[in-house]
């Protein structure tokens, strides 16, 4: 088997649809298992993946294991050489799959590769990014990695037509080399939400795997699915995968002056956006309750649940 492909879904019935149309679209001459983990949806998708794509290995968990767990159920049963792990709110184009088997079979030193994403307009996505140090947060809060020139962060002034050697790539289309998974492990189920994918590239670098972005065209990635749901709980989790990331490869301090400085970038946010709906800005005041509704929650964002090696 040359590759298996992985879908994490939860409630995301028309967009699971699209989704798996353009990977079995895409296959080509490729030998590809697709697996799809089902975290306890509660719409359609179960009946709609049984009816309209028999050919799927369907795997029901009865409930939702978050997307570190959901992916392990399916990496434990994964049979190819190469795995990829795909959002349900993306749509592969061409001939991606092919090409990027091909190139993984070129290159035996590179254990996870990311292709080239797009954003639903057509404008590149930043699916790749350095490591997110304390320094590159704290400049993300203080609002200067909005110069893409000092962006070193998630790299924005890069435009992605080169190859490159990364530090992280996203979950939402990433190809990962069997053998480089048999050495490394698993996701670390500890992170529910965000920061697993960082977690797992952060140890492939540390076993000597490289990562690469190589500009193979292309992928769409709408960001539409189910962390879409999630509402303010979506920063609220953001803060607590970071931190549980830094807690877990800096020690207690690491993760204490991240929490301190995503906190900082919260309640700032917060105090801007009401200042700005105080003064008429319409487009001002749904920004306020978000950032609002998301200080009010950030004492549960503190990790509790120890994180693995």
């Given amino acids: 088997m040359d590759l298996s492909v992985v879908i994490v879904n939860w409630n995301t019935e028309d967009l699971l649809r699209d989704c798996l149309r353009s990977v079995f679209a895409g296959l080509g001459p490729v030998q590809a298992e ?51 792990l795909l959002n349900t ?7 991606v799959l092919p090409r ?17 994403v797009l954003n639903a307009d057509g404008t590149v996505q930043p699916s790749s990014s350095a490591f997110p140090s304390l320094t590159h947060l704290a400049m993300q809060t203080l609002g200067l990695t909005r110069i893409r020139r000092l962006d070193r962060y998630r790299m924005t002034g890069w435009d992605r037509t080169t190859e490159a050697r990364v530090e992280v790539i996203s979950g939402a289309a990433m190809f990962v080399r069997r053998a480089a998974m048999d050495e490394v492990g698993l996701l670390d189920e500890a992170f529910f939400f965000y920061g697993e994918e960082t977690d797992w590239c952060h140890r492939f670098a540390r076993a000597g795997w490289e990562l690469r972005f190589v500009p193979i065209p292309e992928i769409t990635h709408f960001g539409g699915g189910a962390a879409h749901r999630l ?9 607590q995968g970071t931190t549980r990331l830094h807690r877990k490869h800096g020690g207690l301090a690491a993760g204490i002056a991240c929490f301190a400085i995503l ?4 309640a700032s946010r917060a105090v801007l956006w009401t200042a700005l709906a105080l003064m008429g800005n319409r487009g001002a ?3 306020a309750r978000h950032f609002r509704a998301v200080v009010a929650d950030l004492p549960s964002a503190w990790p509790t649940r120890e994180a693995r090696a």
């Avoid at 795997?59 to 392990?72: M, Y």
């Avoid at 509402?231 to 803060?239: A, G, I, K, Q, Y």
């Fill in 34 to 84: 697709v697996i799809v983990v089902d975290n306890a949806s509660s719409d359609g998708s179960v009946a709609m993946v049984r009816a309209e794509f028999p050919g799927v290995q369907l795997i029901e968990t009865g409930r939702n294991l978050g997307f570190a767990g959901g992916n392990n159920v399916a990496l434990r049963i994964a049979t190819g050489r190469h795995v990829m």
């Fill in 89 to 95: 709110d993306t749509l592969v184009h061409g001939d």
């Fill in 100 to 116: 990027a088997v091909a190139w993984m079979d070129a290159h035996p030193q590179v254990g996870v590769m990311g292709p080239r």
């Fill in 231 to 239: 509402n303010h709980r979506r920063d609220v989790l953001m803060t």
């Fill in 263 to 266: 906190a900082a970038h919260n």
């Fill in 285 to 287: 005041r749904a920004r």
